[in-house]
């Protein structure tokens, strides 16, 4: 990638590399909309300059159905029907996917936790909350 | 509708037009136009859909199209913005044509309302106004295509029925694939609309039922949205996009003296500074002006953005320039104490008040809240040989293309609005300035496209703010704890002052919303509407208006069951009286959300029967442990009936921690209740947000707020642990 090493990663995929599937909310990592996995790790896209992850693996939203463990978490946002306008739900589930990676069997507090920082105006979080149990395959109800 | 009140006119207008269709796409494009003659002056005044711009239309020709292969094509051209219109309008026309739905796809209009009928997105009003319309077009579309397959089969088309994307003969048991009489059905003439058989109630298939799940419909575009695909307002993939952020003018009506661009110049990847032209106030939906930066990414523009040197004139901005929110609050709570503009009155207040023997009041005040719609405003447009093309997240695409129109100097002909998903709205995208700052961006580089980006601090310096309200009640009880007595100042500035001169009152569709449309049943009442400026731009939020007059009428009914010593539900449905139906008009409401009074009155009925839902789903009235209860509201907003019941506790250190929401809600009959629920579940998230963490403050007439960090909108750990 030719551009400056200070570019905030979300702006180097968006409109350099033109994968538009990471989202700007804020720009200061306090949103969660721009989430991204380097080398399996959530970050935050819009403070992560490009210098950062070179020669890493960067993971977006178009790729993470690839991933066991994406896949199962985007299959349990469907059929909740967690998304409303839908434009945080890219970082919702990277986010929620790296939970998952780290912490295959997290409880309501440690979801909330993780999850803390990943705003969404359309306010789906008890959906988000119980995807994620889905995803886990915890028993229904236990959300 | 009634088809003799307006003189309905059925015309195949345009034979040529679908021919062509038919030749282009081997597509089924039935064409029939009902045009909608606006009322003439003495006649009977219009209401809902009637009464819109432009209309409605329920022409199949301009919503379904059927290709070769079977697939069913639904053109919706209402705005998507997270509560599901894409899926619902789409279930609404799959049904009555009988679509198998695993074979229906939806694309989404351009603005044209000239074509589509009205197509502004606010108001609570998609499936209100076109649930019908689009039941006719779908059904004038299977009636035309049973009438191919009998010809086909040389049998009478009373012996055909659509199926399930088949017609069939009934005695022969013969089938034709909607796809194979797709052709033939586009020569036939349209059938009138009264001839069209609508679909009863049990022959519906996806209209009322649940569609999470089990090969059911499921929201069109969450496949999209979950592998990123979704196009939003800044992802239309387009060659050689030049990208922009704009440095606006820090308060309201403030002007550009000098701008120095040298250093934002030599930051890498910014192409050109210049000028963008505001209108000062009032703003409407124009552009505030500023100062662009142009650049090869975002990132440049940003940061070029950064380095600008400007010299603003507050001086032009008047007395907004020192417009201080929390003096501003003392101003209004000042003036609540003195008599205003009388809205409604009824019996004698002031003798009511004094013969009381219990006199309560309270004063509550809502803040300034920037709608803060998680995508931030963005809008593309490219201009060539004349003409521009636009894609933006815009609720209202008509209005965009003929601002953009306006400002360029075009006619709206050659200004096309592709409508992208919307990453949230909430009134906030019903104004299109951000679209026209892309336009007049676009006529400078002409040929290339131009995309305009808002950053989260332009959104909550600039946004187009829900007004800062104050309401002032008081009551007087009896003995016994019956309500005499009720007086009512609420003060907010209007939307009104976005348009014209400030009225510094509330029009009447700020007061309908839930003010003087007060049910209450209390002999002497008296509603005042005392004056409030406006210093920065007032726009629709969510329910608009409906939100402070909900939030104190409410709260100050649960102050008053608990002056009377009464319990609130019950002290509620008091106030409420008997199931009975109220005419608007009555309460001095001529405006109805714009909705015909004898169809929509105000019904006290349903108000009593979602507080009985409610309270009874919540067990109201069980025993609560110390620091634990339930709070009850209900409220009547653009023709629906809500009320809620919250399970809240507040601990010794005085946080709040909510344990359930019980929320029951009318909005009438339902096509998509999974989607019902699912924006009952955000609103009230997004309420307790307003209610406990969202403010926007203003100092020298600049918002201090400039992200999330500042302007809290709820997060995961602030919803109701069950809704």
Not at chain 2, 344 to 358: F, W
Not at chain 2, 501 to 517: Q, Y
Request: proline letters at 5%; a negative charge; hydrophobic letters at 40%.
């Amino acid at each position: 990638l030719d551009v400056p090493d200070q570019m905030p990663l979300l702006w180097a995929l968006r409109d350099v590399v033109k994968l538009t599937g990471t989202k700007f909310g804020c720009g200061i990592a306090q949103c969660g909309a721009c989430t991204v996995h380097l080398d399996g790790e959530a970050v935050r896209s819009c403070v992560t300059p490009v210098s950062q992850a070179q020669g890493k693996e960067i993971t977006t939203i178009e790729a993470i159905g690839a991933d066991e463990v994406g896949r199962r978490v985007q299959e349990a946002w469907l059929d909740l029907g967690v998304a409303q306008c839908g434009y945080c739900q890219g970082g919702q589930i990277m986010n929620a996917t790296a939970l998952l990676k780290q912490e295959p069997d997290p409880d309501d507090a440690r979801i909330m936790d993780a999850m803390a920082g990943n705003l969404c105006r359309c306010g789906t979080y008890n959906r988000i909350l119980k995807a994620i149990h889905r995803a886990a395959g915890h028993e229904e109800g236990q959300a | 509708m009634n088809s003799d009140r307006y003189n309905l006119r059925l015309a195949n207008v345009s034979r040529r037009h679908f021919l062509k269709g038919l030749a282009a796409s081997g597509a089924l494009v039935i064409a029939a136009r009902w045009d909608v003659p606006m009322a003439q002056q003495g006649e009977a005044p219009q209401y809902g859909a009637d009464a819109m711009p432009h209309g409605w239309v329920d022409d199949p020709n301009v919503f379904i199209r059927i290709d070769e292969d079977g697939t069913v094509t639904i053109i919706n051209h209402r705005a998507e913005m997270g509560q599901g219109i894409r899926t619902s309008l789409v279930m609404v026309a799959a049904d009555e044509l009988g679509a198998d739905w695993e074979r229906v796809r939806v694309e989404q209009a351009i603005g044209h309302e000239e074509r589509y009928g009205n197509q502004n997105t606010d108001g609570s009003r998609s499936m209100r106004h076109w649930f019908n319309p689009f039941r006719r077009a779908a059904a004038a579309a299977r009636t035309m295509l049973e009438q191919a397959a009998a010809e086909r089969w040389n049998v009478p088309a009373a012996a055909c029925r659509a199926g399930v994307h088949v017609v069939t003969h009934a005695s022969s048991g013969r089938e034709l694939g909607f796809g194979e009489i797709a052709a033939a059905a586009s020569r036939l003439p349209v059938p009138d609309r009264d001839t069209l058989r609508l679909k009863p109630r049990d022959e519906w298939r996806y209209i009322g039922q649940e569609n999470t799940g089990n090969g059911r419909p499921l929201a069109i575009d969450g496949a999209d949205i979950v592998n990123g695909r979704a196009i939003y307002g800044a992802d239309k993939a387009l060659d050689d996009k030049l990208y922009a952020v704009i440095a606006r003018p820090p308060v309201y009506g403030a002007t550009l003296v000098s701008v120095d661009d040298s250093a934002a110049l030599q930051v890498p990847g910014v192409v050109r500074v210049m000028e963008i032209a505001g209108t000062g106030q009032p703003a409407g939906f124009e552009p505030l002006g500023g100062v662009a930066v142009v650049a090869d990414n975002t990132w440049a523009a940003i940061e070029g953005r950064r380095v600008l040197e400007i010299e603003w004139d507050t001086d032009s901005a008047g007395d907004n320039a020192a417009y201080d929110s929390a003096a501003y609050r003392q101003v209004l709570e000042e003036r609540a104490q003195s008599p205003g503009k009388v809205i409604r009155t009824r019996g004698d207040v002031d003798t009511a008040l004094a013969d009381a023997q219990t006199r309560i009041e309270e004063t509550y005040y809502m803040p300034h809240l920037a709608h803060a719609t998680i995508e931030p405003p963005a809008a593309l447009a490219r201009l060539a040989d004349g003409k521009i093309e636009i894609w933006a997240p815009v609720q209202a695409p008509q209005a965009t293309r003929d601002g953009v129109a306006n400002r360029l100097g075009l006619a709206p002909e050659d200004v096309v609005v592709n409508q992208t998903l919307l990453g949230g709205g909430f009134g906030r995208k019903s104004k299109p300035d951000f679209v026209l700052e892309a336009a007049s961006l676009a006529r400078e580089f002409e040929g290339r496209p131009v995309q305009v980006q808002w950053t989260r601090e332009d959104d909550l310096h600039h946004d187009y703010f829900h007004a800062v309200s104050v309401d002032r009640l008081e009551a007087g009880l009896d003995r016994d704890g019956k309500a005499l007595a009720w007086r009512h100042r609420t003060l907010s500035p209007s939307i009104g002052s976005l348009f014209a001169p400030d009225p510094l009152h509330k029009g009447d569709f700020e007061l309908g919303m839930g003010f003087n449309t007060v049910p209450f049943d209390i002999p002497a009442m008296r509603l005042e509407n005392p004056e409030a400026p406006a210093h920065v731009r007032i726009g629709w939020f969510r329910a608009v208006y409906n939100l402070p007059h909900a939030f104190a009428i409410q709260s100050f009914a649960a102050e008053m069951a608990a002056a009377a010593g009464r319990d609130h539900r019950d002290y509620l449905l008091e106030l409420l009286g008997p199931a009975r139906q109220i005419d608007p008009r009555d309460l001095g409401d001529t405006w109805n959300y714009g909705e015909d009074p004898a169809r929509y009155p105000i019904d006290i009925g349903r108000f009593r029967a979602v507080v009985e839902t409610a309270t009874e789903a919540a067990g109201w009235g069980r025993e609560r442990p110390a620091g634990r209860g339930l709070g009850l509201a209900v409220h009547h907003s653009f023709v629906s009936y809500t009320a809620i019941v919250l399970d809240v506790e507040v601990n010794d250190a005085g946080e709040v921690t909510i344990h359930s929401a019980d929320i029951a809600f009318d909005c009438g009959p339902q096509v998509n209740p999974e989607r019902i629920r699912s924006q009952m579940e955000g609103a009230c998230v997004m309420g307790i947000g307003i209610a406990m963490h969202s403010e926007i403050t203003l100092s020298e007439g600049r918002v201090e707020q400039d992200n999330f960090h500042q302007y809290q909108i709820p997060r995961i750990t602030h919803a109701p642990r069950s809704i």
